[in-house]
């Protein structure tokens, strides 16, 4: 059994390369798979404009095949009038023959030119249209080539997962064989265990049963030798002088009490034997007592017992920090969802650039009055507030960003960013306010207060930070 479980850990352990070597193959495969197709795409590229040449070549050879007879019979033509002039001349040799005879020369001359240029411009296209033609050809058979290769690429692609599944398939297979090997072990061992606490406790039966026989019979040999004793005290004070009868009960009594003892003594020399167990678990340990006598130790079984630990999900209370900085105890009473009273001040967007200035302006004054009046010990270290920003459309969060209000003194905290033009929630703890940013401070800096003066509504201070700024 243990032979077995070596060898299926082995596999085991076995089964992780083998699969990760499959998985390399197969990877490769699809690598060069990957390769081909491109080299595929490549070819037929390169052959589509092959073919666009062939057909360029075709159209200037068809062209040229027009151009080429006129050429030809102007050719001629100027050839017999060369060769007439040159027999009028040779015949009347004059100046204007000799003239005529030039003229003829020189248009046959051109004439013969522009006849062998063309011939050799359609030679060359039909030159070029048999090397285009054969590179298509060579093209052609790449392509066979390569879709062939593809084929058999996709097809080992193909054996190799299948390859992958059947070894996934089989360590599963092996995995559980290994699991239920384990098993069985496991429920082998328990039994085992079990048949020795059971052998135990039938000793530890058979050995106070033992016991309470050999008290039971030295309290009859107690009693005989009692009974002896007062028989023979009896005896003597009626008859001083026994008879021989007499005599042989008592001896008969004597001999069966030493007997007894004997008895009793070899059975205390001959206890029962014992099994040791093995605890190989830290688990809970069940032990029988039994009644023990002087130098005699009685073993106890001990059962092993399975624990499990079910572990289920709590719900604990939020825990919030106190508003006020006095207050530095954590609170644990669950929180309400519902938003608390809160106040919003700000330079009124329908008012007049003017006043929307003068109102910052006011606002900013009185802050910075606040900031004045704090001591150094109101300045004391505060945990600085986290406030959400978050930009709605259609009662829709579009766009959430978080600030940190730094702590000036007095539940004061400030702060300053940047916000983009529409609906804009700005939230503090269970605390909420609500303003409309208008399309001109779209992008603008805003300067953001909060006061908390007033725990169960605090003031949120927001204005254009440009307002302040002459």
Do not use: C
Request: glycine share 2%; proline share 4%.
């Amino acid at each position: 059994m243990r032979l077995y479980g070596i060898v299926f850990t082995f596999i085991a352990l076995l089964l992780p390369f083998m699969q990760t070597a499959s998985a390399q193959d197969l990877s490769a495969a699809q690598k060069k798979l990957l390769n081909f197709q491109q080299s595929i795409i490549k070819v037929k590229q390169e052959q589509g404009q092959f073919e666009k040449d062939l057909v360029l070549h075709k159209i200037k050879i068809e062209k040229i095949s027009t151009q080429l007879p006129p050429l030809e019979k102007a050719r001629k033509d100027a050839k017999s009038h060369f060769e007439m002039a040159k027999e009028t001349t040779n015949s009347a040799p004059t100046a204007e023959n000799n003239a005529k005879l030039k003229h003829a020369e020189f248009k046959f001359t051109l004439a013969d030119r522009k006849y062998q240029n063309t011939h050799k411009q359609l030679k060359k296209s039909q030159n070029s249209i048999k090397a285009i033609e054969s590179k298509i050809e060579e093209h052609k058979t790449r392509t066979t080539q390569t879709l062939n290769a593809i084929e058999v690429q996709k097809k080992r692609i193909k054996e190799l997962a299948k390859k992958a599944k059947q070894q996934a398939a089989e360590q599963k297979e092996r995995t559980l064989a290994i699991q239920k090997l384990q098993e069985n072990a496991a429920r082998k061992q328990q039994q085992e265990q079990q048949r020795k606490n059971d052998e135990l406790i039938k000793s530890n039966i058979a050995l106070q049963e033992s016991r309470a026989e050999k008290a039971v019979a030295e309290q009859e040999i107690v009693r005989l030798k009692a009974k002896l004793d007062a028989m023979q005290n009896a005896t003597s004070k009626q008859f001083p002088e026994t008879t021989p009868s007499e005599t042989t009960t008592s001896e008969t009594i004597s001999s069966e009490i030493a007997a007894d003892s004997k008895k009793v003594e070899s059975d205390s020399k001959d206890p029962i034997p014992t099994t040791k167990i093995k605890t190989e678990t830290k688990e809970a340990v069940t032990q029988q007592t039994a009644p023990s006598t002087e130098n005699n130790t009685i073993p106890t079984p001990t059962t092993t017992t399975e624990s499990a630990t079910k572990t289920a999900a709590i719900p604990l209370p939020s825990v919030t920090v106190a508003d006020d900085e006095a207050d530095k105890t954590i609170q644990t009473e669950p929180l309400p969802t519902e938003a608390l009273p809160s106040t919003l001040e700000s330079a009124p967007e329908e008012q007049g650039i003017e006043q929307q200035k003068s109102q910052a302006k006011k606002l900013h004054s009185a802050f910075a009055e606040r900031k004045k009046k704090i001591s150094s010990k109101q300045r004391r270290s505060v945990a600085n507030r986290i406030m959400y920003v978050k930009r709605m459309e259609n009662d829709a969060v579009i766009e959430t960003s978080t600030h940190s209000l730094s702590y000036v003194g007095t539940r004061l905290f400030q702060t300053e960013f940047t916000l983009g033009a529409g609906e804009t929630l700005f939230k503090v703890g269970r605390h909420e306010w609500k303003r409309n940013i208008s399309a001109a401070d779209d992008n603008a800096r805003f300067v953001v207060n909060l006061d908390y003066e007033d725990k169960t509504n605090p003031r949120l201070i927001i204005y254009n930070k440009a307002l302040i700024q002459d």
